[in-house]
């Protein structure tokens, strides 16, 4: 169980984990990462899904990365939603936990009869959160609730690469990750509601839902504007509604990053007088035009050179690091976000940690993805028996 500290903001909390996959799972894993303790229930015959979705051939101990690092420090309860016994068993740790978290397909869980209604009625303090592809969209109900096909339906696609591109999707899963925070908020809120009313709550998001939310600044700018769509620059584009020079540029030895910066500014800079002639509002009408040229000035040096000069001019620019510069950074040092962590079968996986600090401190349980099952026993005998 987790240790009982200053950094373990939930400690006493018990979430079950009854979803696989990312999102809900995802979830899951920042409620433990601020000290819950999370069982996960699976399968007996196979597992979380999540197992065997491999991100590239690399698995560890037979189960992919994937599933190792979202679902670290959790313990593993195998039960068969499908057998008598065992949903009376997975009932019995309702009764007794604090949290739920689920995102089966629509009606699934009603007919297994471990839906909210049928929870509160079991635990009338239980905090349950819901996770869906469309939420209640009832025209898309039927569709799979999978990352790239909410990015597909969510407009976000037209807000990457650059204007010849087409549609770009995020090369990460971006709506499941985003949807696991969203119900992380909504479970917390429902937590400190409980702590005042005694009483539980149904949270609810999807994967449509926290992709709306996620472009909320410029589809707000989209809606009062008459409905234009995004235009993304031709050069270097790096956000469909930034005036140049904001992009991300080759220089002659890799890559570097400018920001919002007035073009006066850094004309003197890039030694670009012509820049200073340019308005606010022709940096955006012309952005192509001034890309280009900045371009073409910044492919003359470095990217650590042109840094040399910048940065002491306080211009906002970054060199583009790739994973193996960003990790030989002292700077990624610093911040401690890497952790090993194992289980009782000797397997060990390196791994990020929680981006939360408490009190200046750093949680990190230690404990690998469990094995399917591997606290079954003891979880029966603590959960099933009279008390907690």
């Not at 971006?174 to 908020?185: E, F, H, I, K, Y």
């Not at 910066?261 to 030694?271: G, N, R």
């Not at 600090?357 to 099952?373: C, M, Q």
Request: glycine residues 10%.
């Amino acid at each position: 169980m987790t240790a009982h500290n200053e950094q373990a903001l939930l400690a006493d909390i018990t979430v079950l984990d009854m979803s696989q996959f990312l999102a809900g799972p995802m979830a899951a894993l920042r409620l433990g990462d601020l000290g819950a303790r999370v069982i996960k229930i699976e399968r007996p015959d196979g597992g979380d899904l999540c197992r065997r979705l491999y991100l590239s051939d690399t698995e560890i101990g037979g189960d992919s990365t994937l599933f190792h690092a979202i679902n670290r420090g959790k313990e593993s309860f195998a039960g068969n939603m499908k057998d008598a016994d065992d949903l009376a068993a997975i009932r019995a740790l309702i009764a007794k936990a604090d949290v739920v978290i689920q995102n089966f397909r629509p009606g699934v869980i009603e007919r297994l009869g471990l839906d909210y209604e049928s929870a509160r009625k079991i635990n009338p303090r239980i905090v349950y959160g819901s996770i869906s592809g469309y939420g209640p969209a009832e025209d898309w109900a039927h569709f799979p609730g999978q990352d790239l096909l909410a990015q597909a339906r969510s407009g976000v696609m037209w807000l990457n690469g650059e204007a010849a591109d087409g549609p770009v999707p995020f090369g990460l899963a971006v709506a499941d990750m985003l949807a696991g925070n969203v119900l992380v908020q909504g479970i917390l809120a429902g937590l400190v509601r409980r702590g005042m009313s005694g009483e539980g709550v149904h949270v609810e998001t999807s994967l449509m839902e926290a992709m709306i939310d996620f472009q909320f600044e410029v589809l707000a700018t989209h809606l009062n504007d008459g409905g234009r769509r995004p235009q993304k620059s031709a050069v270097r584009n790096a956000h469909a509604y930034l005036a140049a020079p904001y992009g991300v540029y080759e220089c002659k030895e890799g890559w570097l990053a400018l920001a919002m910066t007035p073009l006066p500014a850094l004309a003197p800079h890039f030694d670009l007088p012509a820049l200073s002639g340019f308005t606010p509002a022709e940096a955006f009408s012309k952005r192509d035009e001034i890309k280009a040229t900045i371009a073409a000035r910044l492919r003359e040096k470095t990217a650590r050179e042109w840094l040399a000069i910048l940065e002491p001019a306080d211009i906002w620019a970054a060199e583009v690091l790739d994973w193996p510069n960003l990790i030989a950074t002292a700077a990624f040092r610093q911040l401690d976000m890497l952790q090993t962590v194992t289980r009782g079968d000797g397997v060990s996986v390196r791994t990020t940690a929680s981006p939360i600090r408490v009190n200046g401190h750093r949680h990190k349980d230690g404990r690998a993805a469990p094995l399917i099952g591997s606290q079954s026993d003891e979880i029966r005998a603590e959960f099933l028996a009279s008390g907690r």
